[in-house]
């Protein structure tokens, strides 16, 4: 986020993102801490069951249950 959108780079004498068109203005950390603050307040999502994986050299085989 720092590098494209407030690093002002010496050869462009713009951020990246300028340069590419994505925003107009210089941003400052608060812009980007504004971002950041309400992802980081919604409820984290919940993880599915750990499925296990067989090593490569086992995984074309086929097992049966018996």
Do not use: W
């Not at 590098?3 to 951020?15: A, D, G």
Request: proline letters at 6%; charged letters at 25%; aromatic letters at 10%.
């Amino acid at each position: 986020m720092y590098y494209n959108f407030m690093r002002i780079h010496k050869m462009l004498r713009v951020t990246a993102a300028m340069a590419a068109g994505v925003t107009d203005k210089l941003c400052e950390i608060a812009d980007i801490v504004a971002l950041i603050e309400p992802k980081q307040a919604e409820k984290p999502m919940v993880r599915g069951p750990y499925k296990r994986r067989l090593p490569k050299r086992l995984s074309g085989l086929v097992f049966a249950d018996y």
